[in-house]
């Protein structure tokens, strides 16, 4: 197992770098000034794209944040002032399209990640970052990957979140402590 396993993870590690030496930071850093002046953020996504993006949610509670994952029941209405961030791979899936638009429709901000250059949320985005990962069904100019569908992209948003956090909680003045405190306690 030792050498294909070191082969496969050197491979996924070095297709990583690249994306993220790829990224143009400064829709990143649009994305960070939206998120500390907004108070309500939305997430939302499906799949594998989901579960990485679910875990934001989380973090950005622990930021302080009221943070909602826009699939559980006891999510509130979305309005005027609020975020929406949406990651999908191609960019045009139709249940995310429809939540997109109907936030929209709703007086919130949508900002948009993905690696796709064409599709209905971008046409719909106030703000795109992105992610020049190869992901499921998505057209642009990006990192090609020898992994499974789109798990590149879906390692990257990942990381794109974690680092996202570490740099809110600088800008925010929010220390490790401040964020523990506000972990689930009844685990």
């Known amino acids: ?103 929209k429709d709703n007086g919130a901000a949508l900002a948009l990640i993905t690696p796709s250059n064409e599709g209905y949320l971008l046409s719909i985005a106030d703000l795109t970052v992105s992610v020049p990962a190869a992901a499921y069904k998505a057209t642009g100019d990006f990192v090609p990957t020898e992994q499974l569908m789109g798990n590149l992209f879906e390692q990257a948003l990942f990381i794109l979140y974690d680092v996202l956090v570490m740099m809110l909680r600088e800008e925010m003045g929010i220390s490790k402590e401040e964020m523990v405190s506000r972990h689930r306690n009844v685990e």
């Open 1 to 103: 197992m030792g050498d294909r396993f070191k082969e496969l993870s050197s491979m996924a590690m070095k297709e990583l770098t690249e994306v993220f030496d790829r990224m143009d930071d400064s829709n990143v850093r649009d994305l960070l000034e939206l998120i500390k002046k907004t108070d309500r953020i939305f997430l939302l996504a499906a799949g594998r794209e989901g579960l990485s993006t679910r875990s934001f949610a989380m973090r950005l509670m622990h930021l302080g944040k009221q943070s909602y994952w826009i699939w559980d029941d006891t999510t509130p209405s979305i309005g005027e002032g609020d975020l929406m961030i949406c990651a999908c791979g191609s960019a045009n899936v139709g249940h995310e399209n429809y939540i997109a638009k109907m936030a």
